[in-house]
């Protein structure tokens, strides 16, 4: 009688199943994961935050059915939505400007706000600015914030957009980005006015770094308050350091405040942390071969330097599959170990959330997943983890999107990050009114392959900034040396704008091989492989081949005299150096090749903004000569190649 009542007690009891490191929580949501369609179809997270109280918010972007809106979604701890949040849905969207509002960071305020930071785009496409909106606690905008919760800041005459946010100790929020293609920094007081006390006077920062730069994440230095961005310039890692004022930050690089890291072919920072322990920095992204993308990870001292303690100095690169792996966030544990989030393309070609644990060396965690790294396939397509998070019981929470049929919808996960049991407690009910849909989840490990590139050890370098408020370094010449004139075979001169043609069109032109496709006499595109790329077919860039024509007769230019010589001439970027050349007319500067790379977002679409080199010049005739003056943009626009490249 006793073994039988013990026998029937055992059956009464909760099914506890063993857990280990990188395990699914199933805790959350009865899985460990959560699908939330937003909206009318796609739908992507790209931030998430946990908040004080447990609950966890994704921030990202939602399709209306016409263009993108900012999104949030919050859920309880047991990822569930939030009935006190977005009207009783658990859900907010916000509409910003005239195009698509596409939020990247969101983060809460020590007061328990939220604010959410990106880029919101004008109807036509033609340009984009900063975007700030901040949220009460039940979701609506603030207004004590700008009035109506939602701040723009346009700085240049293109596109601009935020990345990252953070809030200082002083409660002012920073973000950073990008201003045409430089990179940016922003600060504004706690009601979303910029901040007088940094930069020029007006809250911003612009730095140029080689022909085109971003900054995709920030950091404030627990020890000093200064401010360091990650992101990437050309094909290089870019760090820079500013003072609390905005100024570089001379003691950081080589005294210029910037550091560059090159690592395989083209490698790009997409998160930074501080070690809570001894304040170095942390950085996570992507390297690319001619072969393969890697998870790249590396660590700096507080100088700049690699540290030469964590991997191959400074520097570890993880292979997840075969061929296509990234990383788009990090996190530190309580015990130092860091977790980078992202996707590993699988051999069905579609992506699977990946997760990959390092410890205090640089060495993948054999204590996590197999040998350091958990995937897991949410959906029937792609599965994109570009968030994460550690809740204070050690939890990893991350978020990302997962394809369902033919939408992208938000997703978030949980994993342990301790051996321990699990035991589910609580029902989750699928419904249409709390739009949570639970979805069969697989979840596996792979053993990485981890060290650096066959190009050896990564070379980093410091780069001569140029930092303004805004600004764009010229070379401005006015005495004449030797001319040089340079023949460049099927080319064809473009004015540089505006688009209707004027009188002074003449007096400087972009010279340009391969017949691009010229737009509004000033924006030339071209597409990788194209006759116009000098370099070869599907290497992910366009290699124009140019040079900087002065006082000449151009056929489609009929208005225009050009003038036999120039006061002046200034030019930006890669032709910088070009402009004395040009005084004496007519003449052309000798060619140079100027290199555009096409970029992706995470999610895999074309940045028309970020896959361009822009050239800026002037010219000034002499006195007598009416008018005098040519200013002009060229926009040099590579964009993705839709056919196999020709044998």
């Not at 280990?20 to 997270?45: E, Y």
Request: glycine share 12%.
């Amino acid at each position: 009688m006793c073994r039988t009542a013990f026998l029937a007690l055992l059956l009464l009891l909760p099914v506890v199943a063993l857990a280990a490191p990188g395990d699914l929580d199933s805790t959350f949501n009865g899985t460990g994961s959560v699908v939330t369609p937003v909206l009318t179809s796609d739908g992507i997270a790209t931030s998430v935050v946990v908040q004080s109280d447990g609950k966890i918010v994704a921030g990202g972007n939602a399709f209306n059915g016409t263009d993108l809106d900012f999104a949030l979604v919050r859920y309880d701890a047991n990822g569930v939505l939030d009935p006190a949040f977005g009207g009783g849905t658990g859900i907010v969207t916000t509409a910003i400007g005239g195009g698509e509002d596409d939020l990247k960071e969101l983060i809460q305020q020590s007061d328990g706000k939220l604010v959410a930071a990106g880029l919101s785009y004008d109807a036509g496409f033609n340009s984009s600015t900063i975007t700030l909106v901040r949220y009460l606690e039940d979701g609506t905008p603030d207004p004590s914030f700008s009035g109506d919760g939602k701040v723009t800041t346009a700085i240049s005459s293109s596109f601009d957009g935020a990345f990252a946010l953070i809030e200082q100790s002083d409660h002012k929020l920073v973000v950073t980005g990008f201003a045409d293609t430089d990179i940016v920094v922003v600060r504004y007081d706690t009601d979303g006015t910029p901040d007088a006390m940094f930069g020029g006077g007006d809250g911003i920062v612009r730095t140029t770094i080689g022909l085109s730069a971003s900054g995709n994440a920030i950091v404030q230095q627990a020890s000093d308050g200064k401010l360091v961005v990650a992101g990437s310039t050309d094909n290089d890692v870019a760090l820079v350091r500013y003072d609390t004022g905005g100024a570089p930050d001379m003691t950081f690089g080589g005294g210029d405040g910037i550091v560059t890291t090159t690592v395989g072919t083209t490698a790009e920072a997409r998160a930074i942390v501080q070690q809570a322990s001894d304040g170095k920095l942390v950085i996570a992204g992507i390297t690319i071969t001619p072969t393969e993308s890697k998870v790249l990870i590396a660590r700096y001292d507080l100088a700049g330097a690699p540290d030469g303690m964590f991997g191959t100095g400074g520097v570890t690169t993880t292979a997840i599959g075969t061929a296509a792996d990234f990383a788009n966030a990090l996190a530190e544990q309580d015990d130092g170990k860091l977790v980078v989030a992202g996707a590993t393309l699988t051999a069905s070609h579609a992506n699977d959330v990946a997760l990959v644990r390092y410890d205090t060396g640089g060495t993948p965690d054999n204590g996590f997943g197999t040998s350091g790294i958990v995937t897991t396939t949410l959906g029937d397509g792609d599965d994109v983890a570009d968030a994460i998070a550690i809740q204070s019981n050690g939890g990893i929470v991350v978020a990302g999107f997962t394809n369902v049929g033919a939408s992208s919808q938000f997703a978030v996960a949980r994993y342990l990050s301790l051996s321990g049991t699990t035991t589910s407690t609580s029902t989750v009910t699928t419904t249409s009114s709390t739009v949570v849909t639970t979805t069969s989840v697989t979840t596996t490990s792979a053993a990485p392959t981890t060290g650096v590139p066959t190009t050896g050890v990564p070379t980093t370098t410091s780069a001569a900034p140029t930092t303004s408020v805004p600004a764009t370094t010229v070379v401005t010449t006015t005495a004449p040396p030797s001319t040089t004139t340079t023949t460049l075979q099927s080319f064809r001169l473009v004015p540089g704008g505006p688009a209707s043609k004027t009188s002074t069109d003449c007096y400087l032109e972009l010279k340009v091989a391969g017949n691009a496709a010229v737009k509004d006499n000033a924006t030339l595109g071209c597409v990788d492989g194209d006759p116009c790329d000098q370099g070869p077919c599907g290497d992910g860039r366009c290699d124009f081949a140019v040079a900087a024509c002065a006082s000449q007769s151009d056929p489609g230019l009929g208005d225009c005299a050009p003038p036999s010589s120039l006061d002046a001439v200034k030019l930006s970027g890669p032709l910088a150096s070009t402009a004395a050349s040009l005084l004496s007319g007519p003449a052309c500067s000798a060619t140079t090749q100027v290199q555009a790379s096409v970029k992706f977002t995470k999610r895999g679409t074309y940045q028309a903004n970020k896959s361009r080199v822009v050239i800026k010049g002037s010219a000034k005739a002499p006195k007598g000569v009416s008018p005098r003056k040519d200013k002009d943009k060229w926009t040099l626009q590579c964009m993705p190649r839709a056919a196999a490249c020709p044998p």
